[in-house]
């Protein structure tokens, strides 16, 4: 019987096979549409799976990574609670997620849905196998803690701040499916804010760069901890020492309603 120290037995990862067309297919049209998210998806499944597998090694080996593998705790369920969000303190994280989603209105699990959805259509069409019980579990786990660096870092749902957030997570992980993604969107942006923008953009890597691994962190237990704290604690420089001239927030072209 599995304790929760005891890490369970870890199957070899499946054929890491890289894809560079696919990948600069899939950046293209996700620039020339930054809200078809499941181009994200394609590219990092055309690039991405070896980052993904050095991210998951990393995870194992560190000082929750183990415990949390065996007893598989289930972020979507604490996520999906909005009752318990609701009762936590205000300006904890799991109240400000709340809040995030009902700002942006988004689904708590939609992020989560979206990959799955992509990876039955890469697997259907391109043969690619899907992972083992143990990684599906850390990627949904890490899927879903996208938004959670949203509220923590400060960076908005925008274009803007999706490409900002995209390079405090290139300091974090570095890798080549991050690595094009926070290239093609950073070139995008300048194109709009010019020289400045690449300043900002590297005060976002090394504030990603400086903090903490993230993606080890047991989640569940962290919501009702105050933003504040979790940031010292974490290393993750207040928006206010990170970007002293503010956190940029920008839409870079006019969204066209779709055709009735």
Known sequence: MTTPHELPEIPKPPPLETRWRRAFR???ELLDDPEDTAKAV????????????????????????????ARKPSLADALADRAALARMPEGSLG??????????GFP??????LQRDVEARWEAEEGVPRLDPLRAWFRDRFILSHDLL??????????VGEATLLAFDLGQRPGRSGGLLTLGAALEVY???GWRWLHYDWRAWRRGRRAAFLAELPWEDLLSL???????LLRIEPPERAHPDGIWRE????RQPAPV
């Open 26 to 28: 899939s950046l293209r």
């Open 42 to 69: 394609d590219l990092f499944y055309a690039i991405g799976r070896r980052d993904f597998e050095r991210t998951f090694q990393r995870f194992v080996s560190g000082p929750y990574g183990g415990q949390l593998l």
């Open 95 to 104: 109240h400000a997620f709340l809040d995030f989603l009902d700002e942006n």
């Open 108 to 113: 708590s699990l939609a992020l989560r849905d």
């Open 150 to 159: 949203h509220v923590l870092t400060g960076y908005g749902t925008d274009d």
């Open 191 to 193: 194109g709009h804010r």
């Open 226 to 232: 105050r933003l504040d704290t979790l940031r010292t």
């Open 251 to 254: 839409t870079l072209r006019v």
